[in-house]
T-cell receptor
Framework: QQQVKQSPQSLIVQKGGISIINCAYE??????FPWYQQFPGKGPALLIA?????SEKKEGRFTISFNKSAKQFSLHIMDSQPGDSATYFC?????????????FGTGTRLQVTL | NAGVMQNPRHLVRRRGQEARLRCSPM?????VYWYRQLPEEGLKFMVY????????ESGMPKERFSAEFPKEGPSILRIQQVVRGDSAAYFC????????????FGDGTRLSIL
């Protein structure tokens, strides 16, 4: 029940295209859903996050879509650039002190080609 | 640099030795989380600490692993009698609150066991 399932495992997108990464969760107590970007040799960097009271959040070229009834959320990267090539992780946590640990998906390796 | 600082960045130990990993949270953050990342996998929660208290250690192996976050100084993750399976990247994250808000990660310690 604590899992977050992420797909696809890897993704190749042409420059200027849209990258879409999907995640699904089971635990209905989750109420905070961040996406992290990780480059080789670096720690995960927070990209964008959403709470279930909204269905969509946009920051620049990055958009999270959230479907509470389906327990799914996705990351859309518009106008994908070679510099976006990285591994992306979705995560989830519950808004209680002892349960605020993040549960991560298994990651999507994105490659943006010229 | 106001980010989460981890050291050392790389640590090599022989089987049976002890490993000590340090994490200094962002300024003003009193909540620290440790995660472990195996190659090609997502991050797995290990332990959540506040100053002088362990809040959640549900992800910590029962033996050989311990963590502390003293009143003064960095948080320490200690692994005694290391084995080859302990080889991984260990990441620390910090947060200003423990209520499911943003966690900011350091660049990790890569632990290699010979």
């Amino acid at each position: 029940q604590q899992q977050v399932k992420q797909s696809p495992q890897s993704l190749i997108v042409q420059k200027g295209g849209i990258s879409i990464i999907n995640c699904a969760y089971e635990n209905t107590a989750f109420d905070y859903f961040p996406w992290y970007q990780q480059f080789p040799g670096k720690g995960p960097a927070l990209l964008i996050a959403i709470r279930p009271d909204v269905s969509e959040k946009k920051e620049g070229r990055f958009t999270i879509s959230f479907n509470k009834s389906a327990k799914q959320f996705s990351l859309h990267i518009m106008d994908s650039q070679p510099g976006d090539s990285a591994t992306y992780f979705c995560a989830a946590s519950a808004d209680t002190g002892t349960a605020s640990k993040l549960t991560f998906g298994t990651g999507t390796r994105l490659q943006v080609t010229l | 640099n106001a980010g989460v600082m981890q050291n050392p960045r790389h640590l090599v130990r022989r089987r049976g030795q002890e490993a000590r990993l340090r994490c200094s949270p962002m300024k003003g953050h009193s909540h620290v989380y440790w995660y472990r990342q195996l190659p090609e996998e997502g991050l797995k929660f290990m332990v959540y600490l506040q100053k002088e208290n362990i809040i959640d250690e549900s992800g910590m192996p029962k033996e050989r692993f311990s963590a502390e976050f003293p009143k003064e100084g960095p948080s320490i993750l200690r692994i005694q009698q290391v084995v080859r399976g302990d080889s991984a990247a260990y990441f620390c994250a910090s947060s200003p609150t423990g209520l499911g808000g943003p966690q900011h990660f350091g660049d990790g310690t890569r632990l290699s066991i010979l």
